[in-house]
């Protein structure tokens, strides 16, 4: 094994880097990142997707759901914010590898009146518990009900955790107790332009206890 050294490593302080610089170094270096394709609705029952890597889940009892979305540069709320403030409510749905081509055109800005949904014909299947659909192409969706707004640092971020209420789940993943995520495919986000699969996977097997006494 190699062990580096300082002369090794560029050494950048944080407080010296802009908000882009800091932005590609975390999101290259935090890598693989789930991602959360979202769907909302807006108060005049427009249908927005979009997808955010930020993300992850925070709590099991109960379940829930935490997501970063940015505030655009001129300190608008981006469509997807806005609908989960409005309507208190959002699903998360689970994007596989195949859906690589939608997930990333749904990334890009659309206006408020014009939702991703209709504007790239992803079909929905509506909320039982929440009143936004489902993206009916993700075998994994969770609604969720929004339960903390927390704003992040210089009030650029925004973190909403939501409440999962409602899973559903393709017979094809999940067996009744457990997900297979190798059948889940799940689409995974890297920095700049690149996405991820989950790749080979490495099985272990649970480590040995030790014994461990204080000299």
């Known amino acids: 094994m190699t062990i580096l050294t300082n002369d090794d490593y560029t050494s950048l302080k944080a407080e010296t880097l802009d908000a882009a610089m800091v932005y590609r170094l975390v999101s290259g270096v935090v890598v693989p990142r789930p991602i959360a394709w979202i769907s909302t609705r807006s108060e005049q029952g427009v249908v927005n997707v979009a997808p955010f890597s930020s993300f992850n889940y925070v709590s099991q009892s109960p379940p829930m759901l935490a997501v970063n979305i940015s505030i ?82 210089t009030g650029m971020n925004v973190l909403y955790i939501g409440e ?16 297979n995520s190798l059948a889940l495919q799940p689409l995974a986000r890297l920095g700049g332009p690149f996405y991820a699969t989950l790749g080979e996977l490495i099985q272990c097997e649970p480590p040995t206890p030790r014994d461990v006494h204080n000299s």
């Not at 699903?91 to 009146?113: D, F, K, M, Q």
């Not at 009900?145 to 704003?151: A, I, W």
């Not at 999962?164 to 067996?175: G, K, M, Q, R, T």
């Open 164 to 179: 999962v209420v409602a899973f559903h789940l393709a017979h094809d993943i999940f067996d009744g107790r457990r997900v």
């Open 72 to 153: 655009e540069q001129d300190n608008r709320l981006k469509d997807t914010a806005r609908n989960i403030e409005q309507t208190q409510s959002f699903v998360v749905n689970i994007p596989s590898i195949s859906l690589v081509e939608t997930v990333h055109e749904s990334s890009a800005a659309y206006p408020p009146e014009a939702g991703e949904a209709a504007a790239l014909g992803i079909p929905l299947l509506p909320g039982l518990q929440v009143p936004v659909p489902r993206i009916a192409w993700a075998k994994a969706q969770m609604e969720c009900v929004l339960r903390h707004r927390l704003p992040l640092g």
